[in-house]
């Protein structure tokens, strides 16, 4: 059985159009003893929707009749730069601008290209977006307000 697969089916609760894997906080998921250990590293130590997603994968395991043991690894620490492609096309059409491979360290100090005009005269207007993991910006050439993928 492809573990990875069924875990495919947990949305990250605060975008619905990724799935866990995609996102890149899955590590592992292996067989051990008869019982499935599954590695997650949390995309921000703070964020709260981390408690879900544990939960969320011991129910679906349950509900498949497996048996499983969720450990959390926090080193070494998920960086953006494990969002899959895939991940990043669908962040993209769901509005939210996918942060560059590689710049995630000073991501803050790149310039964040708007969605709409493609202009790098954009705004950070608040670290903290609709959800922890967002950060909002606008751009100062259209006026466009639009969230950026901060979680890290
Ligand atoms: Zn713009």
Redesign the pocket.
């Known amino acids: 059985m492809d573990y990875l697969q069924l875990l495919k089916q947990i949305p990250d609760p605060e975008i619905p159009v990724i799935d866990i894997v995609e996102l890149g906080i899955v590590r592992e998921a292996k067989l051990v003893d008869n019982r499935v250990e599954v590695i997650i590293t949390p995309t921000y130590s703070a964020c709260p929707a981390m408690f879900n997603i544990e939960e969320d994968i011991y129910k679906l395991m349950k509900e498949n009749n497996i048996e499983a043991k969720v450990t959390t690894q926090l080193f070494p620490v998920w960086t953006t730069d494990w969002l899959t492609d895939e991940a990043r096309e669908k962040l993209k059409n769901y509005g939210i601008v996918p942060p560059e491979k590689g710049h995630d360290e000073n991501h803050l100090k790149i310039p964040i290209r ?6 790098t ?2 705004k950070l207007i608040s670290r903290f977006g609709s959800t922890l993991c967002k950060a909002s910006y606008q ?6 307000p639009f969230d950026y993928f901060k979680c890290h």
């Open positions: 708007c969605p709409r005009c493609k202009s005269h954009t751009c100062n050439d259209c006026l466009e």
